[in-house]
């Protein structure tokens, strides 16, 4: 079992960029999150969806964010354009009626 | 709506020494209860969990009870160790599955010293 595989691990880009960060989630998960950890805000979840369809979406900070799931084991989360507020470490997580998996995470920067 | 609140840190403790880290809740009906823990680099791993009132969850030498009349889950363990550093969520969770829609604490930043 790899485990939650995200990538990249580190992103430094520039206000008014396109980012898009990825999660391959644990094979026969059927539930996948993306958070965001910030200092100041904590852990807050952006969105998760069951069987590839975002369930809840409630959590996306603006029309700035999008998330896509277009098959059972990949899932991207883009931010255009980003702007320094942004700069936190998404996780994704995976989960089949038990406990979380969290991946290691993606470091953003945006600059 | 649903929230965790725990103690503030970071927790500075020397090694072998009796560790408590506070949490409440508040959430309507009867959540989940979870502990997590996250090492430095990584992503969160479940520690532990109750599902019902009184039920005593453990691993790894931590402890942490569901106290439904204090609204309480607060972590133990007997003797800290080195390893036992890194940062605790305290969570919660009223889906009926138990483990979507998951709400976390702030986090507990724990630092043991040799």
């Known amino acids: 079992d790899a485990g939650v595989i995200q990538s990249p691990r580190h992103e430094v880009t520039e206000m008014g960029q396109e980012v898009t960060l990825r999660c391959k989630p644990i094979s026969g998960h059927d539930y996948l999150f993306w958070y965001r950890q910030t200092m100041m805000r904590g852990l807050e979840l952006l969105i998760y969806f069951n069987n590839n369809v975002p369930i809840d979406d409630s959590g996306m900070p603006e029309d700035r964010f999008s998330a896509k799931m277009p098959n059972a084991s990949f899932s991207t989360l883009k931010i255009q354009p980003s702007e320094p507020r942004d700069s936190a470490v998404y996780f994704c997580?995976?989960?089949?009626?038990?406990?979380?998996?969290f991946g290691n995470g993606t470091r953003l920067t945006v600059t | 709506g649903n929230s965790v609140t725990q103690m503030e840190g970071p927790v500075t403790l020397s090694e072998e020494a009796f560790l408590t880290i506070n949490c409440t809740y508040t959430a309507t009906g009867y959540p989940s209860l979870f502990w997590y823990v996250q090492y430095p680099g990584e992503g969160l791993q479940l520690l532990l969990k109750a599902t019902k009132a009184d039920d005593k969850g453990s691993n790894k030498g931590f402890e942490a009870t569901y106290r439904k009349e204090t609204t309480s889950f607060h972590l133990e363990k007997g003797s800290v160790q080195v390893s036992d550093s890194a940062v605790y969520f305290c969570?919660?969770?009223?889906?009926?599955?138990?483990?979507?829609?998951?709400?976390f604490g702030t986090g507990t930043k724990l630092q043991v010293i040799p």
């Open positions: 997580a995976s989960t089949v009626r038990g406990a979380l998996h």
């Open positions: 969570a919660l969770s009223d889906d009926p599955g138990g483990y979507q829609k998951v709400t």
